[in-house]
């Protein structure tokens, strides 16, 4: 089982200011088959992106997604207040599917 | 529009069994499959297991084995998953999610809003 760990836990930032989530993985990912979630409290989680780098519909470009192999890289380059949210990360290059362990980004 | 529904939300005492629905609308149903997702109170995100609507084709997390299992009626596009021998950490949200039916599109691009499962005696 691939282990997806995810840091930090928490990232206090303000609007307007980048964030960098961290997601690596206990093996390499095959394929870059990295995805990542966005859930707001009492929401389903929402994909933000898929292969590592590819944005989902509706997904606004301050969010992108970068790394392979065992890194992996969410970032948001200017958070506007709807983003404070905690976010995940997936593979689906093994089974089974295993999410990490999440980052809340929170307000300074 | 494009989208999943879910049953609502469920009370069940220890042992007992809870089975959730999963209506699709919108979209080629057996062109894809669904996969379920828990989240219990305040935790993370836990995958349960995957059918393709296409063969019914299905796999589930070894940790639930025997315990869950998940069906699709094509008839009707809506999946079930029952899950058996409750206990009270199964207590958690859980989720429908859209996947692909291939290898390399394992990631939900769709969900449904989630059920509440209560397990307490």
């Known amino acids: 089982e691939i282990v997806l760990t995810q840091s930090p836990g928490t990232l206090s930032l303000s609007p307007g200011e980048r964030a960098t989530l961290s997601c690596r993985a206990s093996?390499?990912?095959?394929?870059?088959?990295l995805a990542w979630y966005q859930q707001k409290p009492g929401q389903a989680p929402r994909l933000l992106i898929y292969g590592a780098s590819t944005r989902a519909t509706g997904i606004p470009d301050r969010f992108s997604g970068s790394g392979s192999a065992t890194d992996f890289t969410l970032t948001i380059s200017r958070l506007e207040p709807e983003d404070f949210a905690v976010y995940y990360c997936q593979q689906y290059g093994g089974s089974p599917l295993t999410f990490g362990g999440g980052t809340k980004v929170e307000i300074k | 529009q494009v989208q999943l529904v879910q049953s609502g939300a469920e009370v069940k005492k220890p042992g007992a069994s809870v089975k959730v629905s999963c209506k699709a609308s919108?979209?080629?149903?057996?062109?894809?499959?669904i996969s379920w997702v828990r989240q219990a109170p305040g935790q993370g995100l836990e995958w349960m297991g995957w059918i393709s609507a296409y063969n019914g084709n299905t796999n589930y997390a070894q940790k639930l084995q025997g315990r869950v299992t998940v069906t699709t009626d094509t008839s009707t596009s809506t999946t079930y998953m029952e899950l058996r021998s409750l206990r009270s950490d199964d207590t958690a949200v859980y989720y429908c999610a859209r996947v692909g039916d291939y290898s390399g599109s394992y990631f939900f691009d769709l969900w449904g809003r989630g059920t509440l499962v209560t397990v307490s005696s």
């Open positions: 919108g979209y080629t149903f057996t062109s894809y499959g």
């Open positions: 093996q390499s990912v095959s394929s870059s088959y």
